[in-house]
């Protein structure tokens, strides 16, 4: 069986969720990384006989739009697909939904989706190193269960949550800042999934592009782009009244 496992990871959360099911399911993978704005996901194209593992962050409840628009470009060609939204132990909302509904119009067949919990990529304190060991092995099992359903040849559609038409959706403001470590080396913007970091002054970053996911803070090397410290504090009295409840994975087949 071939795997791609077709994903966008911009803090590594939701990398870690579809390593394990994606391991769990196939020996051979194929990386498509969505994160990655160089790629043209137009001449990306399976087989029907592939499967892929596609995996994307919550962000306030819907899929990144870079993340939806990547996808959309691929040419499933009725390749099975695995669904995986992973969210900081909040909630997922619409999520599942979206990323159905563009899997769907990318050609794919879509025959189970897992919803997994990861630490949180702007306040880390929740859901702190997760996924932890009990989340691998409830993984691992869903993995099997997945790997059976295709064995067996059955392609139905799992029924997921989420509301049609979808939540608002828009961006959480929080624009990561350079301070005075910064060494304009240039890696935050090589990496930013949407450009916003102006390469040749990185210190400039295009707030209205910015899509608040933490990529540029998770591989500085200087520890040195943050959120605004106030910002920081009422986000995180804000989640502490949901998220401190420890979520569980699910598994929709």
Excluded: W
Aim: charged content about 25%; overall charge positive; hydrophobic content about 35%.
């Amino acid at each position: 069986m071939k795997l791609y496992e077709i994903c966008f990871s911009p803090t590594g959360g939701t990398q870690k969720a579809a390593d394990i099911l994606s391991k769990g399911i196939a020996d051979k993978i194929q990386t498509v990384d969505l994160t990655d704005h160089s790629t043209d996901f137009s001449a990306i194209s399976l087989a029907g006989e592939d499967t892929a593992v596609i995996a994307v962050p919550s962000y306030g409840g819907r899929v990144p739009a870079p993340a939806i628009d990547r996808l959309k470009s691929i040419k499933g060609n009725g390749a099975l697909a695995v669904l995986v939204c992973v969210y900081g132990n909040r909630a997922y909302e619409d999520t599942l939904i979206e990323l159905l509904d563009a899997a769907n119009d990318a050609g794919f067949t879509v025959i189970s989706a897992v919803a997994a919990i990861a630490e949180h990529s702007i306040a880390r304190q929740f859901a702190a190193g997760r996924p932890d060991e009990a989340d691998r092995k409830i993984l691992a099992e869903y993995a099997g269960k997945i790997r059976e359903k295709i064995i067996s040849g059955n392609t139905s559609q799992p029924s997921v949550p989420g509301n049609r038409p979808y939540k608002k959706g828009g961006g959480s403001g929080m624009v990561p800042k350079p301070t005075k470590d910064c060494t304009q080396c240039g890696l935050c913007a090589e990496k930013c999934p949407v450009q916003a970091i102006d390469k040749k002054e990185p210190k400039k970053v295009d707030g209205k592009t910015c899509i608040s996911c933490m990529r540029c803070v998770s591989v500085c090397p200087q520890s040195a782009r943050k959120i605004n410290a106030v910002m920081m504090t009422a986000v995180s009295t804000m989640l502490k009244k949901v998220c401190s409840d420890r979520k569980e994975c699910e598994l929709y087949l």
